[in-house]
């Protein structure tokens, strides 16, 4: 699916301003910069876009950029390849990978599918273009009650590959929901204790939290939302004190956004590591975005049978948000 080229850093290739440097490029390759929450500051800083999966897709499929660098991890830069047949995409790590779209190899779900066949397939957008080609509609957290809300009670539903996610739009819609049984490492490695002492310390704190949390994280939540609803949720509430069960790179913005507000990344299980933090997201930095840019790889590209496999069900959900 990947270009083998890596890009090196060779620290004599790189400007002491990677931030002019950076933009000259983008102005040279009319390129467009798209950014998840979960990337590093100085990235989210320079992107011309930042959001979640849903509001990433959204801006991949209209951009009028000759080159997209998506700085995210691999399923990202495949949907924008997906969606952008004849442009470069481009992202920083080939490294950036998910670990919940590996939890779903496309030949064990090919088999899981036929054994329902009678299920419709809605696959979260954290998974691999294989697992989006066979798949029915795609959905992101910020997205899928909705379109479950709109699939008729009476068609049977796969959710993929999200158990914590198709456990909460289960919950949310009502909705019997056959789950395949992935998760991301990030939000099952938030402790419940921990969060719970935490509260104590801060009472009047709110609890927010992603719904690919583990249902004893969610239950002391005070709100459930993607990334973006997080966001939008902790500028709007009268409380002055959040304790933020996502991957905390969301917390830069949410301190742009509310600088006189606190915010406090909930604890992982292990005191003596950065749990809470995704080490694939963490893997692109503001150096290996400025050599991708300079030269022009690492390049996503994938078998057209399996883009256009993948672009129907994308298509779909796009049209149902």
Known sequence: MFATAKPKVNPHEIPQDLFTAINELKQELNAVILAHYYQEADIQ???????????????????????????GVHFMAET?????????????DLE????????????????????????????YINCSAE??????????SSNAV???NQIPQEQPIIFAPDRNLGRYVSEQTGRDLVMWEGSCIVHETFSEKRIVELKVEHPTAEIIAHPECEP?????????????ALLNYSQNSPKNKFIV?????????????????????????????????????RLNTLEKLYLAMKNKTPEITMAEDIRIAALKPIQRMLEMS
């Open 45 to 71: 800083d320079i992107a011309d876009y930042l959001g979640d999966s849903l509001g990433l897709s959204q801006q991949a499929a209209n951009t009028d950029a000759e080159v997209i660098v998506f700085a």
């Open 80 to 92: 924008a390849k997906i969606l952008n047949p004849n442009k470069l995409v481009l992202l920083p």
């Open 96 to 123: 950036a990978g998910c670990s919940l779209a590996d939890s779903c190899p496309p030949k064990e779900f090919k088999a899981f599918k036929e054994a329902h066949q009678d299920h419709i397939v809605i696959s």
């Open 131 to 140: 697992i989006k080609a066979l798949s029915d509609i795609i959905c992101t």
């Open 146 to 148: 909705k379109i479950v």
């Open 216 to 228: 004893p994280v969610l239950r002391h939540a005070d709100f459930i939302g993607s990334t973006t």
């Open 245 to 281: 069960a996502t991957e905390p790179g969301i917390i830069h913005q949410m301190e742009k956004a509310a600088p006189n507000k606190l915010f406090i990344p909930a604890p992982g299980i292990d005191d003596n590591c950065a749990c809470n933090e995704c080490p694939y997201m």
